[in-house]
C-alpha cells in the first residue's frame, strides 16, 4: 500500500547549548551546518512504513525530531518533540527513519568537525483510499483462507503441556480483521467455551496460530476488496 510522506529540515533553535557525550559541545549554528548527501524526501517514501494502528484510526500529521549529527557523520540523540502527541504509532516511526537514515556531513565550524544540533519535520499523510478504511461486520463475499485451513491447524497447534497433562479441553473463539490486502490484524479473544477454568495457556496458543496464519483472501463488497471481521473457532481435544 503506498504511503505519502513529505520531509522538510530547519534548524532547531534552542535557548542555550545543551550538554553532549564525552563533554563535547554540541552547537545549534555553525558555519557549515550538517546536510545529507542524499534526497531526503526519496529516503523517506522509500522507507516509510505507516502504522496500521494510525491508518485505522486516520491519523495523520507532522512530528518534529531532534537529533545530533556527529562528527563521524552518524546520527544519535533522536527523540521526537512536537507532535509526539498524535500517537497511532506515527512518534516512534518518525524516530525509526530518523534513526536508520544513512550518514549525514557532519557541521564544521571554523575549520572544525563539531556535533550539532538538528530538528526534521515529518509529515504524515493518508492518501485518500487509506482515509477510509471501513471495516464491516458482514460482506457480500466473506473473506475466506485460500488453503486448508484444518490441515494448517492440524500443523501448527501446539497443545500446551499442562493443559495436555490436566486434560483440559474446549473452544477457543478468535476475533480478528482480514484486510483488504489480505492481512491478520487486530486478532483477540471473542468468546470462550472450555471446559476448566484453567484456560489461560489454551487462549493464548489459539491467538498464536490466527496471529502466525498465512494471509487469507479478502472479503468483497461492491465488487471491491473490503476489510471485514472474523470469527474462527480453534478447537483443542484430546483422544
Known sequence: MKQ???????????????????NKEVYKVVDNMPKAPYNMGTYLS?????????????????????????TDSSISNVKATRGAELGGGLPAEAERLVREMPKWAPGTQKGVLVRVYFTMPV???????????????????????????????????RYP????????????????????????????????????????????????????????SPAMQNGQPVSCYFTVPIVFRLR
Request: aromatic share 12%; glycine share 2%; net charge neutral.
Open 46 to 70: 522509500n522507507h516509510v512504513q505507516y502504522p496500521q494502528a494510525a491508518i485505522d484510526s486516520g491519523i495523520q500529521g507532522k512530528v518534529y525530531v531532534q537529533f545530533i549529527v556527529e
Open 123 to 157: 509529515n504524515f499523510k493518508l492518501e485518500a483510499d487509506q482515509r477510509k478504511d471501513t471495516v464491516y461486520p458482514y460482506t457480500e463475499v466473506l473473506p475466506r483462507a485460500p488453503y486448508d485451513w484444518y490441515k494448517y491447524l492440524s500443523n501448527n497447534l
Open 161 to 216: 503441556n499442562y493443559s495436555r497433562n490436566n486434560y483440559l479441553q474446549g473452544n477457543v473463539y478468535v476475533r480478528f480483521i482480514v484486510r483488504r490486502d489480505g492481512s491478520i490484524t487486530d486478532v483477540r479473544l471473542a468468546r470462550r467455551e472450555l471446559i476448566n477454568d484453567k484456560k489461560t495457556e489454551l487462549e493464548i496458543e489459539a491467538l498464536r496460530l490466527v496471529t502466525e496464519m498465512p494471509n487469507w
Open 4 to 22: 505519502f510522506i513529505q520531509c522538510c529540515l530547519c534548524l532547531f533553535t534552542l535557548a542555550q547549548t545543551a550538554p553532549a557525550q564525552n
